[in-house]
């Protein structure tokens, strides 16, 4: 995490953000270029585990490669939490769906 002034103030980005805004420094063209294939979450948790698989990593190393932790993770493969849009999109940018 890092800070960004905000309207005056010190603000803390999650990695998150952070993904995102180097995501847009590397590519060439803008934000629209990216589009979420709409896929059902079970496809998803599909081909991150297949991801994994073929790239033989860990689920450490995967969730530091996407910038989540372990826990959110286990949530995503027990279908506890849905995953956000902006996941979706490093997710889809990372090559994994």
């Not at 805004?21 to 629209?32: D, H, I, Q």
């Not at 991150?48 to 969730?63: G, V």
């Amino acid at each position: 995490m890092w800070l960004q002034e905000r309207d005056g103030k010190m603000a803390h980005r999650n990695s998150c953000e952070e993904k995102m805004v180097r995501m847009r420094k590397k590519s060439t063209s803008s934000e629209e270029d990216f589009t979420i294939k709409l896929v059902p979450m079970q496809k998803v948790i599909e081909k991150i585990q297949k991801y994994m698989k073929r790239n033989k990593l860990t689920k450490e190393e995967f969730t530091n490669r996407i910038g989540i932790s372990d826990r959110t993770l286990h949530r995503w493969c027990n279908k506890e939490t849905k995953i956000s849009r902006a996941y979706l999109y490093i997710l889809e940018y990372e090559g994994v769906i």
